[in-house]
């Protein structure tokens, strides 16, 4: 599986902004789709997800409320909207795929095999 992210910028806080992520290959053995970000000196933390098939979705407490995951699996795309952005949520964004992850991992980047390149989304105050 090959994950290509885009959508990433600069905004204002209370702004908003739509990632995608397009998914080639083996797309039909997906099981989970996420996104993750990364902070400068912080480890990767878990935003979002959403099971590929029944389109379940995932979120960290910190974005619940202001972030939607989706999916369109006609066009194998995970998005990722995000408004009422805030200064703390600038970081790299990475979108993942599982072939086997399981719920009860589905917040842990160890849980996902495959990873896109990332994209940066900064926010101002």
């Known amino acids: 599986v090959q994950l290509q992210a885009s959508g990433g910028g600069l905004v204002q806080a209370g702004g908003s902004l739509r990632l995608s992520c397009l998914a080639s290959?083996?797309?039909?053995?997906?099981?989970?789709m996420g996104w993750f970000r990364q902070a400068p000196g912080k480890e990767r933390e878990f935003v979002a997800a959403?099971?590929?098939?029944?389109?379940?979705?995932y979120y960290a407490d910190s974005v619940k409320g202001r972030f939607t995951i989706s999916r369109d699996k006609t066009k194998n795309t995970v998005y990722l909207q995000m408004n009422s952005l805030k200064p703390e949520d600038t970081a790299v964004y990475y979108c993942?795929?599982?072939?086997?992850?399981?719920?009860?991992?589905?917040?842990?980047?160890?849980?996902?095999?495959?990873w896109g390149q990332g994209t940066q989304v900064t926010v101002s105050s």
């Open positions: 993942a795929a599982g072939l086997r992850t399981i719920l009860s991992m589905i917040r842990i980047p160890s849980a996902y095999g495959y």
């Open positions: 290959g083996s797309t039909l053995s997906m099981h989970v």
């Open positions: 959403v099971r590929w098939s029944a389109g379940s979705t």
